[in-house]
């Protein structure tokens, strides 16, 4: 009888240091034992330093596998319930859509996404979220154009720019999804008009922006059509470039041409109540502004501070118009288009 009773007093002891040190562990309990996969096609070491801050503020560990957009969703497709991925993260809104219209993203109600990210940069129905904008606009070459001849996209048709236009290749997600953009505002018929006369105006037809800006610099173009933080990290390397930005359509039009970066829930995930937790921090005013800046982008929470090279490219008028989730829905129109009058 007296060993029993000692025996259970051992137990209750026992029981109530376990309760004691649980509440008063200085351990992040949720996060310690939390590892998120991040499945992206954004460059790592434009994400490298933003998984360390959340872990730092968390505990969080966050492993990430990098690729093209497509493979990334093919593999989690193949992959299915036994997937990794938490969530998926890329560029362009016609990437973003596309992974939703494969039932690879999870439907994510969050008040603190709703608030903080606007309605234009999200999907209509919450399954990839924007968390950083990028304007797809004009460059020029300073010693060859004067910023008052310029205006709009459409204008870039006009026979005047003859042989003085570089384009990126058509084949590339984000023209498509500007010439998207010229569809849901001007209408198929415009849209295909202005096409043609990029096309017919064309110098050359570049891999890549990087390679449009060389070309207006070296004088093979007089100007071209580039996201911003490719002029960004060409003015880092060298200041003095003869080379300038140009925000076309402002005023009484649509405003200039913007995407996003962004990520969504993967469907498989097992750890969906701490991925919603990452991508609402990642709208946070703290992160906003070291994720938009590590690649001179612009935050989508309007609170949050610019770098101060993209500040002095000056303010603009962005298309807050045209949803971007209609990149993906027009995305095999503007390719058509394209096809059709040869922008290859």
């Known amino acids: 009888m007296h ?6 007093k051992l ?13 008063t562990s200085t351990e992040p309990r949720a996060a310690a034992s939390t590892k998120l996969t ?9 994400i490298e330093e933003i998984f360390k801050q959340y872990t730092q503020n968390t505990g969080v560990k966050i492993k990430y596998k990098t690729g093209t957009p497509g493979a990334l969703v ?3 497709i193949a992959e299915g319930s036994k997937s990794p991925a938490d969530i998926y993260m890329t560029v362009d809104a016609g990437n973003l859509w596309f992974a939703a219209s494969e039932d690879v993203l999870e439907k994510t109600s969050s008040h603190v996404l709703k608030n903080n990210i606007p309605e234009n940069v999200r999907d209509k129905n919450d399954r990839w979220f924007g968390l950083s904008i990028r304007a797809r606009t004009i460059v020029y070459n300073t010693e060859k154009v004067k910023p008052q001849d310029l205006s709009t996209y459409e204008d ?7 042989g003085r236009l570089c384009l990126r290749t058509g084949k590339k997600v984000y023209n498509q999804s500007l010439v998207a953009m010229l569809i849901y505002e001007l209408g198929k018929a415009k849209a295909r008009e202005i096409v043609r006369g990029w096309v017919a105006n064309t110098a050359k037809i570049h891999s890549n922006d990087t390679s449009v800006l060389k070309a207006v610099v070296a004088g093979e173009c007089d100007l071209g059509i580039v996201n911003t933080y490719y002029f960004g990290r060409l003015q880092k390397k060298n200041e003095n470039i003869p080379l300038a930005l140009f925000w076309p359509n402002q ?7 913007i995407n996003i970066s962004g990520a969504g829930i993967v469907k498989t995930s097992k750890n969906k109540a701490a991925a919603k937790k990452f991508l609402e921090w990642l709208s946070s005013e703290d992160a906003q502004s070291s994720y938009a800046q590590i690649n001179m982008e612009y935050p989508v929470l309007r609170s949050a501070t610019n770098a ?7 303010k ?4 807050n118009s045209f949803p971007l989730y209609k990149a993906g829905e027009l995305q095999k129109e503007a390719m058509l288009l394209m096809q059709e009058v040869k922008y290859r």
């Open 3 to 8: 060993t029993n009773l000692n025996r259970s």
């Open 11 to 23: 137990l209750i002891t026992t029981a109530l240091i376990l309760f004691l040190s649980f509440f």
């Open 74 to 76: 093919q593999s989690i």
């Open 308 to 314: 101060p090279q993209v500040d002095a490219w000056g």
């Open 251 to 257: 005023g009484n039009s649509y405003g200039a041409h």
């Open 38 to 46: 991040v499945y992206t096609s954004r460059k790592e070491h434009l």
């Open 156 to 162: 870039l048709a006009s026979p005047k720019w003859k």
């Open 316 to 319: 603009f008028k962005p298309n």
